[in-house]
């Protein structure tokens, strides 16, 4: 079973990291196939309803004009013919004389007579005959019986005469069955004048016959015309009173469009007949002859009533504007009434009682095309019949497409995850896609050598940067080098544990292994910019150059000084000879001891204790005699560090001092940059400090506490010029690993005083692999190398007091890596015996 590795990589998805914000929705290929061929099917279905439509629309205006056409020239037949009838009708009553006079026997064959020609014509409502004197006698047909007051059921006829009798006029009225027999007769008296008649008006002005416009026949309320006729010899006037219901029957008996008016009026716009059967109400609160078909009726709703009537004016008007131009009448045409769209035919009948009538047809268009949408809507559910059919096999054929890339992307995300070898051939019937996998794969081919060449260089690069670090100082040695191939035995060691408390830690691939690597080999890349002279100082004076020659020179003018001093006496006679001569060699052999000790101090192998710092600050008060500029020569930086009064020449000097401009500031900015990073290493407040007595008594070696934290500086210059290179993820933990190397478990180390838990395991090996290696080296010139079993001796005691990790000690030592570490880089006067039980207890 594979060991888990105890250092996560990253939490962070690499992909979400990567990809940037989409600010556009995105669908799916088989989502955007299905829509394209929903679109596709729906506008194609949509184009041929469309035609469809249009055709059938075009087909239904030639139909409804066909049908109009007929219509109307079936109702010019039969008005013509009931025209006619009508005239006949009345010359042969002129002939017969009806007389409205008539009594006895001769009012009851003129009776008989009426009624048989009634019979005769299903279209006559009554006959009557009017006179001058008002007298008046008509025949009444009772086909509704029960719409006439005071007549019975079994009433078939009824009779109206009307004469004066002295000064009254009396109405007589007189019911019969069907065999002609009387039932009832009854007198009344009665005012009204049949001469007032608007049909009685118009025949009497007239010559020949005329057309009353449309009334409500008395008592019946139903409509109807009067054809009626002046007969000079008699005096009389014949009317034969035509139901238009009859006119109506005609009209239903023809195939018009679903709910269409038809109307038949005079040039005049008087309505002859229309479409439908009449309404009383409309009749008697309107006064115009309004008619409705029996599902139009309004059920005494006034509203209802007001907004029909209101649509009948206007289709009537309509028809009235149509029949005033002549070059609309007889086509169809289209218009809109009411917002509602119609087809509207007009056509010329017979002149009738020399007035033009036309009959005119409204049907609206969504009625007559009906038949015709029916068989859209029908293939409209037929098509999306077949469309729910077809999705299923569409939604599978797009799967042909969807699978393949879908095992196409899975490829690609083995290229994103960088494994190029298991990158394969996806199967598919789409030679785009086929072609698109060999691409890929090819792709992941090239992808991984120009990924393994650029992994060899930036390594090489890497490893150039360590070659570069430790031949920068022969101190360092080849310190960068044998680092990294330590580190790599200890992690293999550690990888290798499958118990103990190392039992969770392994690099479970390739990646973790390479970061850890690179790692090792950056540990120390800070020293890349820490000054040599700080690295390489062998002397307490050492900068540039090591400084004890400027002081044997002082040394040198005051040992000439006393010299001249001798001559001086001798030749002023001041002294004698004998005392000149002691005094000089007294002062030339303190000035040689006071040299000499100030050189073996600057060597700095020795422990500066209290006597000897006390003897460097009586030596330092010595002066000598300056008497040049010690501003000449200078750059501009150097003399800032200087006094700006210079002192006047010549002047007297200490032979050892602590100056200003010995004194290096440290940039304010470095400072607060330590503290955002979370260093916690203690920084001293000048950059550098160069008095000559400040670092002559340096207690231990020959670094003041600045030059050793400009060295220790390497690991914040190492966290500094790693953390901001953009590694990818799999690298990500380079910085933390290579920054961590001089911090220890009790939190005394640098540069953050991270402890415990808080320092990785990696970062731990490589704290084991840069002490020992230090320990062992064999090529630093400022220290002599330690044997094997005194360097494990310091690492017993460097895991002890908790500086390294005990675990990974007692590894190192019970592996034996120590030994083949040893083996291949130690000289081998350096490898003795180390007793590794003794450490391991």
Known sequence: MKKRSM?????????????KKRSNPVISIRTLVLSLFLIAFCLTAGLLSGVHFYFDRQIAENTAEKIF???????????????????????????????????????????????????????????????SDGNFFEVISLKNSEKYPDANPDDRWVTIHIEKRGDKRIKTTQFFDKNLTLRASADEATRDDPNNLLWYRM???????????????????????????????TRTIIGIDISLEEIHTVINQKLLPPRSNTFIFNDKGDIITHKGIANKLIFEEKQEPVFLTPGEWPRHDKTSTTSRISLIKRQHQELIKLASENNQIGTIQRTHIEGK?????????????????????????????????????????????LLLLLIPGVWMLAGMIINPINALTKENAKITKKQYDDVGEVTSNITEIINLSHSMVSMASSLEEYATKQRDLLESFIKLIAAAIDKKSHCTGSHCKRVPVLSAMIARAASDMHTGPLAKFAFTGEDQWREFRIASWLHDCGKIITPEYIVDKGTKLEVIHNRIHEIRTRFEVLLRDAEIDYWKALAQGTSDQGTCLQTLQSTQKQLRDDFVFVAQCNIGSEFMGPENVARIK??????????????????????????????????????????????????????????????????????????EIYNLCIPHGTLTPEDRYKINEHVISTIRMLEPLPFPEKLARIPEYAGAHHENLIGTGYPRGLKGDQISIP??????????????????PYKKAKKLSEAVKILSAMAQNGHIDPDL?????????????????????????????????
Not at 220 to 227: Q, Y
Not at 344 to 366: C, D, N, Q, R
Not at 829 to 838: G, L, R
């Open 7 to 19: 250092e996560p990589i990253s939490s962070t998805n690499s992909e979400g990291k990567n990809m």
């Open 69 to 131: 056409t007929a219509t109307a020239e079936k109702i010019g037949e039969q008005l013509d013919i009931l025209n006619n009838e009508s005239r006949d009708l009345l010359r042969m009553l002129g002939q017969i004389q009806i007389s409205p006079t008539a009594k006895g026997q001769l009012l009851s064959t003129q009776r008989a007579l009426l009624i048989g020609l009634i019979k005769q014509n299903n279209r006559v409502h009554a006959i009557h005959s009017t006179d």
């Open 203 to 233: 025949a009497s002005e007239a010559s020949g016959m005329v057309i009353s416009p449309p009334y409500l026949f008395a008592h019946f309320t139903i409509p109807g015309v009067t054809f009626a006729k002046k007969f000079v010899a």
């Open 341 to 385: 769209a119609y087809f509207t035919y007009v056509h010329l009948l017979k002149k009738m009682s020399g007035e033009h009538y036309f009959i005119g047809f409204l049907a609206p268009v969504a009625d007559s095309i009906a038949p015709d949408m029916k068989k859209i809507y029908i293939a409209l559910l037929a098509t999306l019949g």
């Open 618 to 691: 009586v030596v330092a008060r010595r002066t000598w005699t300056r008497t040049l500029s010690d501003r000449l020569g200078l750059s501009h930086a150097e003399l800032k560090r200087y006094p700006s009064a210079a002192p006047q020449l010549p002047c007297r000097e200490r032979l050892l001092a602590d100056r200003p401009e010995h004194i290096i500031e440290r940039p304010l900015s470095e400072k607060a940059t330590a503290q955002l990073s979370g260093f916690t290493m203690h920084m001293p407040e000048q950059l550098y400090n160069q008095g």
């Open 763 to 780: 970062a731990r090996i490589l704290t084991l692999a840069d002490v020992f290696e230090a320990l062992t080296a064999s090529d630093r």
């Open 809 to 841: 000690f007692r590894l190192f030592l019970s592996s034996g890596l120590y030994l083949r570490y040893a083996e291949k880089f130690l000289a081998p006067a350096q490898i003795d015996e180390v007793a590794v039980e003794h450490y391991l207890h």
